[in-house]
């Protein structure tokens, strides 16, 4: 089997024996048998801890899930600094969740929820971190500032949360560099491993904003000259 890495903007081919592995067992294989320079991230190795997404033919997987096939090109995640081959800096793009307030304001009295009430944001909460969302989004190419799809969804997480009492801070978080500079594209959904959609979730922010009595900033100039983020009772 043919594996073909970008390393440094170059196409390398390795010939990998191992049949039936994923990539990142030949990642290894490459590593501890044909160039211990290869550098690539990992922890887990079983889809919990997010750190091996990389792409493979453009799309984005987790590494120690995905099965090779022969020819495949292996790439780093787009829309974060390339450390070296396939390791990627993550910092800008984790630095969002600060910016999209993705934490529990009310952490220290929080009432007790029902199994109904947390199966509301349950699969939101399942997020790993792994960046394929980020790195499928094409909002990047011409806002590298987009809050993205992961600390969105994050946002909605703790939005429909009935514990959450600074909702209105929350929303007002994401307006600006946030829920109306996503196109609603979907790249993001079918690359998530845990199953999310972000576009889904904010398209629930966008919903709520309207609620709380903000509108889309394109749409803006036609009512009369409203200033973004105003809210409008
Ligand atoms: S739906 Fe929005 S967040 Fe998701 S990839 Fe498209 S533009 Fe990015
Ligand atoms: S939403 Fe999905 S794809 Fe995005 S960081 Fe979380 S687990 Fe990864
Ligand atoms: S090594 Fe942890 S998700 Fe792949």
């Known amino acids: 089997m043919i594996l073909n890495i970008m390393r440094s903007g170059e ?22 048998t044909q160039d211990a320079t290869l550098s690539f991230a990992s ?8 750190s091996c997404a990389m ?6 997987v987790l590494a120690c899930a995905y099965k090779p096939q022969s020819g495949d090109l292996v790439e780093p995640l787009r829309n974060v600094p390339v450390i070296r081959d396939l390791v990627v800096d993550m910092e800008k793009a984790l ?3 600060k910016v999209a307030q993705s934490w529990a304001v009310s952490a ?14 349950e699969v939101q909460s399942d ?21 993205g799809p992961f600390a969105l969804t994050r946002n909605w997480r703790y939005v429909s949360d009935k514990r959450e ?14 829920i109306w500079d996503c196109t609603l594209c979907g790249e993001c959904v079918p690359v ?20 709380l009595g903000y509108m889309d900033p394109k749409y803006a100039d036609f009512g009369g000259g409203l200033d973004f983020g105003a809210p409008v009772f």
């Open 192 to 211: 998530c491993p845990q199953g999310i959609a972000p576009k889904s979730d904010i398209d629930m922010l966008r919903n709520k904003s309207n609620v």
């Open 55 to 60: 792409r493979v033919n453009g799309k984005e």
């Open 127 to 147: 997020c790993i971190l792994c960046g394929a969302c980020y790195s499928a989004c094409p909002v990047y190419a011409v806002n590298p500032e987009f809050i």
């Open 108 to 121: 220290a009295k929080l009432p007790a929820i029902t199994p109904e009430d947390a199966s509301v944001n």
């Open 165 to 178: 009492e600074d909702v209105a801070g929350k929303i007002a978080a994401v307006q600006s560099n946030g």
């Open 11 to 32: 196409q390398v081919s390795y010939k990998v024996s191992t049949k039936e592995a994923t990539l990142l067992q030949l990642l290894s294989e490459i590593k501890t």
């Open 43 to 50: 922890g887990c190795r079983s889809s919990v801890c997010g």
């Open 95 to 97: 630095s969002f969740n």
